[in-house]
């Protein structure tokens, strides 16, 4: 089967949808292997293509389409705004495994919107319409899918319902929305009632995006906001189990939590796969403390036991000690739910912005 095929195969389920956040510098090929050990997503995306003039796709994310063996679809993200650039990424990278492609609205990374590419498009209606027009055209409606990750607005929510009047036009077949508006970034509540909305007004599926951190929380933005999907990002690097977890809870049955010596073993795991040969084990330790921003939010008994995980794994420059920290933590027989006791979103602020 095709990966558009199998893509639409997946939408045409009564199931949810479950998918991968596309994350800058997180969710490379060998994070979404890693996430496949754990029972995965039903869908990966790819961080994004920044495209330019003179854009040659970048090859490390063009790996994860040529090497993707976890057997589900993905979909390559792209971010700019020009229209021929776009255009011609939009048709060289069809010739590649891809189910779609996907169209970045909602980076809120000051150096991307800035240049009025990702979120900053939101100030510009009209010109997302010709981009939508154009991109639409290239991809054609036979094939590969076209879809669309966007904010609610740039600081102003109101223009949400302009911008699902052209989605409409340019018949998508596929919108997540990230409940929060780019001035938003990721500190505030997620504003479930705006995907709502889009699920209810659009002739396609919509998936929605923010804050899904546990089963729970996954079934009542389902409920809220009649979504066909969820789409995930930070819940699973704090949590691989999380999409297995969620297909549990929705079929009624007991959600298995991870003892906190499963947790050690995956970041382990994670060290292992996201290790590039021959890497110096000092930067993989600060690669690791990336992962780690998202993952301690959720470990320890309480809020403070997380905190002075991170505030002692911050401070490692070495394997041993680093592994030393996560032991004294996580070696241990009790079950973790991995929810956050505190929002981490001031962490993925902070990570976003340095990925812009
Ligand atoms: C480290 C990091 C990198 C991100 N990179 C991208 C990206 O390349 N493209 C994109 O559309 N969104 C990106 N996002 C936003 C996520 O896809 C997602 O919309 C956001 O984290 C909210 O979902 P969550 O609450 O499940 O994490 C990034 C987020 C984080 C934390």
Request: aromatic share 8%.
């Amino acid at each position: 089967m095709t990966q558009p095929s199998q893509l639409a195969a997946l939408l045409a389920r009564p199931e949810p949808l479950l998918a991968l956040a596309p994350m800058q510098d997180v969710t490379d090929l060998p994070f979404w292997r890693l996430l496949a050990r754990y029972g995965g997503p039903d869908v990966y995306w790819t961080e994004y293509f920044r495209v330019h003039a003179t854009w040659r796709p970048e090859k490390w994310i063009l790996e994860s389409l040529t090497g993707n063996n976890t057997g589900r679809p993905a979909i390559a993200q792209l971010i700019g705004n020009d229209i021929p650039s776009l255009v011609r990424a939009a048709k060289e990278l069809q010739h590649h495994p891809v189910a779609a492609i996907d169209l970045n609205l909602g980076c809120p990374a000051p150096v991307v919107y800035r240049k009025c590419a990702g979120g900053g498009l939101l100030r510009e209606p009209k010109r997302v319409d010709a981009i939508l027009g154009a991109m639409r055209e290239a991809i054609g409606d036979g094939g590969v899918k076209f879809t669309v990750k966007t904010r609610i607005g740039f600081d102003d929510p109101r223009v949400f319902d302009e911008f699902l009047g052209i989605f409409a036009r340019h018949s998508l077949d596929l919108l997540t929305v990230h409940g929060r508006t780019v001035a938003e970034m990721y500190r505030t509540e997620v504003h479930y009632d705006y995907i709502a909305r889009a699920a209810a007004a659009l002739p396609f599926p919509v998936l929605a995006n923010g804050n899904v951190h546990s089963p729970g929380r996954a079934a009542e933005v389902l409920d809220i906001t009649r979504a066909k999907g969820l789409m995930i990002g930070r819940g699973c690097i704090r949590n691989p189990w999380i999409f297995g977890q969620i297909r549990a809870h929705l079929r009624g049955e007991a959600v298995l939590l991870p003892r906190g010596r499963e947790v050690l073993e995956y970041v382990e795991a994670l060290y292992a796969a996201t290790e590039p040969t021959a890497a110096k084990e000092r930067l993989q330790v600060e690669k690791m403390k990336k992962y780690m921003n998202f993952v301690g939010a959720g470990v320890g008994r309480d809020l403070a036991s997380s905190k002075e995980f991170l505030h002692h794994v911050r401070r490692a420059t070495e394997r041993a000690e680093f592994f030393r920290i996560c032991r004294d933590f996580l070696d241990h027989e009790e079950p973790m739910p991995l929810v956050p006791f505190a929002p981490d979103e001031a962490v993925a602020t902070a990570v976003a912005d340095a990925h812009g």
